[in-house]
């Protein structure tokens, strides 16, 4: 039961840390939107889903460094939970569909914020408090669901439900890893050998959960980005356009008429001079 806690505990800590980078990427965004530099790239032509798709990328690229260097870590400190041969492929592969769910998540909630600190602090917070109450409600309750089963309708509900935030859905499945090591530790394989580590019930689920939640929170940015991007650019076109059709009316009309009386009087000045004083070879 203690070991058990612990890995809740390590499986948050994981969540802690990668908060951490996936916060970061909320600041190149809002520092780039209150620059100007986005309204610049979309009034040049590019479209926003290159603009987020190449954001999206170069984070997801950005956050397999420090994957690299939590399994090099858990290798050091021996921890087989998560590097043992037969865990180490899945504890990789439930990072990275976390890092491809958590990053588009983190861009919805860029919209909200002006100032870049200000974002990467709430959203550190926020990270941390979902992934520690949904972990913590859930498990405390599946404990109580052994010694009352009435409990146990709840246990099954919460999670479904808690599987919408993709940082329960990775502690759960942190913690699936760590569970089934348990369980092997005690001697007690036939509990688990009837599925594997990849099975539905084990971190199937959680996987899908989270590649689904990618492709709505990447399509939910998208529709910010275009609904709410159309006033600015709306705005800029109507400047942009209103210039032009003020220097249009301008070449129009007699360009004089806008020049002030004291220019005007320098220019008819120059008109008048006699064409004796011209000096062709200067």
């Given amino acids: 039961m203690i070991s058990l806690i612990l890995d809740l505990v390590k499986a948050v800590g994981i969540v802690f840390a990668l908060s951490f980078i996936s916060s970061s990427f909320s600041t190149f965004v809002i520092r780039e939107r209150q620059c100007g530099f986005m309204a610049m790239q979309l009034l040049a032509g590019q479209s926003r889903v290159v603009y987020w798709g190449m954001s999206y990328l170069w984070d997801f690229v950005s956050i397999i460094v420090p994957i690299t260097i939590i399994v090099i870590v858990f290798v050091i400190f021996n921890e087989q939970a998560y590097i043992g041969r037969d865990h180490v492929g899945a504890f990789i592969v439930l990072m990275l569909i976390y890092g491809l769910a958590i990053t588009p998540l983190m861009y919805c909630f860029t919209f909200a914020f002006h100032v870049p600190s200000v974002a990467f602090v709430t959203l550190l917070a926020i990270n941390i408090i979902i992934a520690t109450i ?24 919460l999670d479904k439900v808690f599987l919408i935030f993709p940082q329960f859905a990775f502690c759960r499945g942190l ?35 989270m590649l689904i939640e990618a492709v709505v929170f990447s399509g939910l940015v998208l529709l910010i980005s275009y609904t709410s991007g159309t006033g ?51």
């Avoid at 309750?141 to 009435?150: A, R, V």
């Avoid at 650019?233 to 004089?256: F, H, Q, V, Y």
């Avoid at 008429?257 to 008819?268: A, H, L, P, R």
Wanted: glycine fraction near 2%; hydrophobic fraction near 40%; charge should be negative.
């Fill in 175 to 209: 913690y699936e890893l760590a569970k089934r090591y348990t369980i092997r530790q005690q001697g007690l394989e036939h509990l688990i050998d009837a599925y594997g580590i990849f099975d539905w019930r084990a971190l199937t689920e959680k996987l899908v959960a």
């Fill in 232 to 282: 600015i650019c709306e705005k800029c076109w109507r400047r942009l356009k209103k210039t032009r059709i003020t220097m249009a009316s301008g070449l129009d009309d007699d360009p004089r008429s806008t020049i002030s009386d004291d220019v005007m009087e320098e220019i008819k000045r120059v008109e008048n001079v006699s064409p004796l004083i011209y000096l062709p070879s200067l």
């Fill in 134 to 157: 949904t972990a913590v409600i859930y498990h405390m309750l599946d404990l109580i669901s052994y010694e009352n089963p009435s409990v146990e309708v709840a246990v099954q509900v």
